[in-house]
């Protein structure tokens, strides 16, 4: 069965300090990842998204992940962090091979605090 | 292009009480979804529907109805609502067959049950 572990469920960086937020999962085949963003009272929103092309994922407001499938790691990093990425992070999996019944696999979420 | 709209916003109930969520998608999405957040707890799945007619149980079902109205609506149900019921309630849907399973989610619904 998939699983997915977000190292670390509080992570304080200051401004303009690397962000890294860390993601490991586990699939007996390489799956689809994403990283999601949650402001304070809202829905979740993609940050970005692992489709098997390239490795390394670029996605909004200067966020990008790597995945290493010798790892089975797929972390965030921001190389400055900014006041307004403080937010809670998701990291999930969904199974290439489950067809229509298709569901994501959720990280439990670290939540990012940045300070002036 | 609303995305996934989600009513109420809030919404106090008393132990035993019934109410419906409403969730609606404009993006012509086959799959729909509701979970539930909780503290320390991340997104639990309550149910999901693949696609128009058919609905499955997820990881937290119990005390939860769920109604696929049409391809846009799915509507989730708490008969007899319970303090344990407490939670923020999130709708996503997804486009199925053939893509990622990338989520949309809508704003939410906080729920409190007294």
């Known amino acids: 069965a998939q699983s997915v572990t977000q190292l670390g469920s509080h992570v304080s960086v200051s401004e303009g300090a690397l962000v890294l937020l860390r993601c490991n999962y586990s699939?007996?085949?390489?799956?689809?990842l994403f990283w999601y963003v949650q402001y304070p009272n809202q829905g979740l929103q993609l940050l970005l998204k692992y489709t098997s092309a390239a490795t390394l994922v670029k996605g909004i407001n200067g966020f990008e992940a790597e995945f290493k499938k010798s790892e089975t790691s797929f972390h965030l990093t921001k190389p400055s962090a900014h006041m307004s990425d403080a937010a809670e992070y998701f990291c999930a999996v969904s199974d290439r091979n489950a067809g229509n019944n298709r569901k994501l696999i959720w990280g439990l979420g670290t939540s990012l605090a940045v300070n002036p | 292009n609303a995305g996934v709209t989600q009513t109420p916003k809030f919404q106090v109930l008393k132990t035993g009480q019934s109410m419906t969520l409403q969730c609606a998608q404009d993006?012509?999405?086959?799959?729909m979804y509701w979970y539930r957040q909780d503290p320390g707890m991340g997104l639990r799945l309550i149910y999901y529907s693949a696609s128009e007619g058919t609905t499955d149980k997820g990881e937290v079902p119990n005390g939860y109805n769920v109604s696929r109205l049409n391809k846009r609506e799915f509507s989730l149900r708490l008969e007899s609502a319970a303090p344990s019921q407490t939670s923020v309630y999130f709708c996503?849907?997804?486009?199925?067959?053939?893509?990622?399973?990338?989520?949309?989610f809508g704003p939410g619904t906080r729920l409190t049950v007294l």
């Open positions: 699939s007996s085949v390489p799956p689809y």
């Open positions: 996503a849907s997804s486009s199925n067959p053939g893509s990622y399973n990338e989520q949309f």
């Open positions: 993006m012509n999405h086959n799959s």
